[in-house]
């Protein structure tokens, strides 16, 4: 017995949805279009009696003369005119003895309208009645009946309303089913948006948005609290990251990049052409840093490597990168240079900086230069041949000096 009911299929969700919408369309287009058959058959009898007795009283006084003056053939022209625009089908005109005065009919069978003849049985069983008054009294009596192609016309424009607001009453039915499911199917939706979205681009700052029906909105409350867990998780990851890679990129001692982030910053420069215009390259090395470190220790010598750096970041603040390469060799990356001398220039100001004397935090200060050498990067076309170059020049100059000194 149970294994048969669980074997049995079940419904699926898009499946009774349809179902529900199915039927409140169909019961409301019924109920619809049953008012609205009863609205304008009503509306119609009530229209089609109004004209035809304002038609009636038209006539009255235009016949009132005829009867006066006993003349049925001015009477019978009188309703052949007035039925020729299509008011009326049967027109008679009756004197004061209830005797035929006059008599005009449209011929049926140029015209032969069967719908129409029915209706018109249908609606108008008594012809439309209207007294035609002399001073105040009675002297004949008019009576008319409708014409069948005039209800008909009535009868089709009301078909034509009618179809229209069937169409009305569908686009309501299935507005109010929509409505129904609406709710569901958007929530669902919008989590599936947020997982999705958190899943593929981890976009972990997503949030479900509140929803009108309290399951959905109490699930996705707890879902963005797991999110909110998630987010937090990533974050502390991205910190991590961001310090293993800068430790990875910057010397520990001076805080200056070191030769990996050097290594990567040349290359980017080399491919990019208009970068590489206007650009050029420091290598610089302590000549007499040895000579610290064996006289006043390591310590005093990591002072003055500090003090170094300090001098180049403060030097080239944020036109200029400065980079430490490994012991005392530091190298700098000028931007928005044009021309050779421009570049001499900032080497001999930049020496002038870093000649003045170090504190060693020791109670002694000392004075340590650094050889420059400099490469134009629009002279070059490859990243080892400008390296190649600003350290040849780099050690020119540091053989001058050493030429000099002796």
């Known amino acids: 017995m149970n294994k048969e009911f669980t074997s049995m299929p079940r419904p ?13 369309v169909i019961i409301a287009m019924t109920i619809v279009w049953l008012l609205l058959c009863i609205a304008s058959v009503v509306t119609l009898k009530q229209y089609a009696q109004k004209n035809l007795e304002l038609t009636s ?5 235009s016949l009132e003369a005829s009867l006066v003056f006993n003349d049925a ?7 052949a005119t007035l039925g020729k625009q299509g008011q009326f089908a049967v027109a008679e005109v009756f004197d004061i003895h209830q005797k035929r005065f006059a008599y005009w009919s449209w011929n049926p069978d140029e015209n032969p309208d069967t719908l129409g003849t029915l209706v018109s049985r249908l609606l108008f069983p008594v012809p439309a009645a209207q007294p035609v008054m002399h001073n105040g009294a009675v002297i004949g009596e008019v009576r ?4 069948d192609s005039l209800i008909s016309h009535f009868i089709w424009t009301s078909f034509a309303v009618l179809t229209g607001c069937i169409l009305f009453a569908s686009f309501v039915a299935l507005a109010i089913t929509h409505s129904l499911h609406h709710g569901i199917v958007t929530a669902l939706q919008n989590i599936t948006d947020v997982v999705h979205d ?3 681009n981890r976009n972990f700052s997503r949030r479900v948005e509140e929803e009108r029906i309290e399951e959905f909105h109490r699930f996705g409350q707890d879902f963005n609290s797991l999110l909110d867990e998630m987010e937090e998780w990533q974050l502390k990851l991205q910190a991590r990251n961001a310090q293993l890679m800068r430790t990875a990129m910057h010397d520990p001692l001076t805080g200056l990049a070191n030769r990996a982030a050097f290594r990567n910053s040349i290359a980017a420069l080399m491919k990019d052409p208009s970068a590489q215009t206007n650009s050029a390259l420091l290598f610089l090395d302590g000549d007499n840093f040895k000579a610290i470190n064996d006289t006043w220790g390591h310590a005093a010598g990591d ?5 170094v750096a300090s001098r180049m970041v403060e030097f080239g603040a944020k036109r200029h990168q400065s980079y430490r390469l490994g012991g005392d060799e530091f190298a700098m990356i000028l931007y928005g240079v044009h021309s050779g001398p421009d570049v001499q220039q900032i080497c001999a100001a930049l020496s002038q900086q870093l000649i003045r004397p170090y504190d060693l935090h020791n109670g002694h200060r000392v004075k340590m230069s650094l050889s420059i050498g400099f490469a134009l990067t629009w002279e070059t076309t490859s990243v080892d041949m400008l390296l190649e170059q600003a350290d ?10 050493s030429k000099t000194i002796s």
Do not use: D, P
Not at 12 to 23: E, G, H, Q, Y
Not at 392 to 401: A, D, F, I
């Open 12 to 24: 699926t969700f898009k499946r009774t949805l349809r179902r529900i919408s199915m039927i409140s």
């Open 57 to 61: 009283a038209t006539m009255s006084r």
């Open 73 to 79: 053939t001015a009477a019978t022209e009188t309703l």
């Open 144 to 147: 008319i009946t409708a014409r």
């Open 198 to 200: 958190v899943r593929t």
């Open 303 to 307: 002072c003055v490597l500090i003090e």
């Open 392 to 401: 040849r020049n780099m050690y020119l100059v540091k053989n001058q000096r």
